[in-house]
C-alpha cells in the first residue's frame, strides 16, 4: 500500500534528517550512524520531494539528498494516527501482534511442545518454538539426546550462554557445591530466578539426565503474569503495591559474593513505554530487609503480597520431568519451583539473557529489513507489534 508522503514527512521533521537512511548517513555494513548529527543547521529544512514506488528522497535544504524507504518513514512517524488518509494502513501481516496466551492451570499434556532435530535444523521450528515461550510463557522439548552436549547447543541454539558465579552451562547431581537452596534435594517454593541481578536471565533451560534410586522431584510452573492480573482485578490496590514499592534482592550464598541489584527492583516491572507489565521479581529467598518505608506502609505491602502468594498456589502446574524431555521457560513471567525428591538426580541446564533471545526471535518473526526499518518504533503503543519485551 502506497502512503502519502508529504503529511509523514511534515510530521517527523525534527528527527528525519538527522536519520537519513542514505549510504553517507547510515554505514551499511555496521547499520551505525556515521553523519555528523551536529553539523546539520539547527533550522534545516524540505526543499522537494521525490517519491517511487518504495523510497522517499528528500532534498534538504543544506543541501543532502535524504533517502528514506516508506516503511521507515512510517514506523517514524509521531502521532500518524491523527493523520488524514493515513488512519487505515494495517502493519503488514507478519507483524500482526497476538496477545500473550494466559497459561490454563494443570494439564501438562496440552503444554506446547516442540522436537530436538525440528528446531536443531530449522529456522522455521526455531521460530515456533521462541514464539511458544513467548506467547505460553514455557516450552518442552522432546527427543533430546541424553546428555549435556545436546543439551548445551539446543540452549546455544537460540543464543550464548548466560555466565553467573555459578557458572555457565551447570550440570550436577544434588550437593552443597554452591550455598544456595536450589543446589539441595529440599523443597523450593515457586519463585523466579536472577532476583539479585540488575538484568535478571530472560530464559532458563532444565534437562534431567537421570533420576535414580529414589522419586519426587515435580518441577512447578506458575505463570506469574497470569496470577498478577487476578490479582489486579480482585484488589487493583494490592497490585499497586507490588509496582510501586521497589525491594532490595540479594545473593550472598558464596563467601566470594554478595551481589545486588544497581537499584531496587518492584516485584512487578511496568514497562514505561508500552505500560504494560514485563517483568516479575518473586523471590522469598532471595529478598533483602528494606528501610526505607514507614511502618504503614509494610503492612500494606505485606497484605498485598500474601495475596499475590494466596493466588499463585491456586494456579500450580506441576510435571515431572523425565529424561529426553527439556523445559525452558521465561523467567520474566514465570515462576517455578520443585518438589523435595529422593535419590540421586542429576539435571543441567543454562540461562540466556533477554537481549539475545528477543532479538533472536524478532528476527525469526519479521526479517532483517523490518525490523531495521522499525528500530526505535515505539508507535501505536501497546499494540506496537514490534515492541517486543
Ligand atoms: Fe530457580
Ligand atoms: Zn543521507
Redesign the pocket.
Known amino acids: 500500500m502506497k502512503l502519502e508522503a508529504r503529511p509523514l514527512i511534515d510530521n517527523v521533521m525534527p528527527t528525519t534528517r538527522e536519520n537519513c537512511q542514505c549510504p553517507k548517513c547510515i554505514h551499511p555494513d555496521t547499520m551505525q550512524r556515521i553523519s555528523d548529527t551536529f553539523s546539520i543547521p539547527q533550522e534545516v529544512e524540505i526543499e522537494s520531494i521525490e517519491h517511487s514506488d518504495n523510497m522517499v528522497e528528500i532534498k534538504w535544504s543544506d543541501n543532502h539528498m535524504g533517502l528514506y524507504p516508506y516503511a521507515w518513514l512510517y514506523a517514524h512517524s509521531q502521532g500518524i494516527s491523527s493523520i488524514e488518509g493515513t488512519k487505515s494502513v494495517p502493519y503488514p501481516q507478519s507483524a500482526q501482534r497476538r496477545p500473550r496466551q494466559f497459561t490454563p492451570v494443570v494439564d501438562p499434556d496440552q503444554s506446547p511442545r516442540v522436537k530436538y532435530d525440528d528446531v536443531m535444523s530449522a529456522d522455521e521450528s526455531l521460530h515456533i518454538w521462541l514464539s511458544h515461550i513467548w506467547d505460553q510463557g514455557f516450552c518442552f522439548v522432546d527427543d533430546v539426546p541424553i546428555n549435556p552436549e545436546a543439551t548445551q547447543y539446543l540452549i546455544e541454539r537460540i543464543a550464548f550462554i548466560r555466565n553467573t558465579h555459578y557458572g555457565g552451562f551447570w550440570d550436577f547431581t544434588a550437593d552443597l557445591t554452591f550455598k544456595d537452596t ?1 543446589y539441595t534435594n529440599e523443597f ?1 517454593g515457586a ?3 536472577n532476583t539479585y541481578f540488575t538484568d535478571p536471565a530472560r530464559l ?1 533451560l532444565f534437562h534431567l539426565l537421570s533420576h535414580t534410586e529414589g522419586s519426587g522431584g515435580e518441577n512447578l510452573l506458575i505463570d506469574g503474569f497470569a496470577a498478577a492480573e487476578q490479582l489486579r482485578l480482585e484488589r487493583p490496590e494490592h497490585y499497586a503495591q507490588l509496582v510501586n514499592h521497589r525491594q532490595p534482592w540479594h545473593a550472598s550464598g558464596n563467601e566470594d559474593t554478595c551481589i545486588q541489584p544497581s537499584a531496587m527492583s518492584p516485584v512487578f516491572s511496568i514497562h514505561p513505554d508500552m505500560n504494560t507489565m514485563y517483568q516479575i521479581r518473586w523471590n522469598n529467598y532471595d529478598r533483602a530487609p528494606k528501610t526505607n518505608w514507614s511502618a504503614s506502609e509494610q503492612t500494606t505491602w505485606y497484605r498485598a503480597a500474601r495475596h499475590y502468594n494466596e493466588i499463585l498456589q491456586t494456579r500450580e502446574m506441576w510435571t515431572k520431568l523425565k529424561p529426553g524431555s527439556a523445559l525452558i521457560f521465561d523467567n520474566w513471567r514465570m515462576l ?2 520443585r518438589a523435595q525428591f529422593t535419590g540421586k538426580r542429576r539435571m543441567c541446564g543454562g540461562y540466556v539473557n533477554n537481549d539475545d533471545y528477543i532479538s533472536r526471535l524478532r528476527l525469526l518473526k519479521f526479517g532483517r529489513k523490518e525490523v531495521l526499518d522499525n528500530l526505535g518504533n515505539v508507535r501505536g503503543n501497546p499494540l506496537n507489534p514490534y515492541w517486543y519485551i
Open positions: 536450589a523450593l519463585h523466579t530466578d532458563q517455578h519451583g
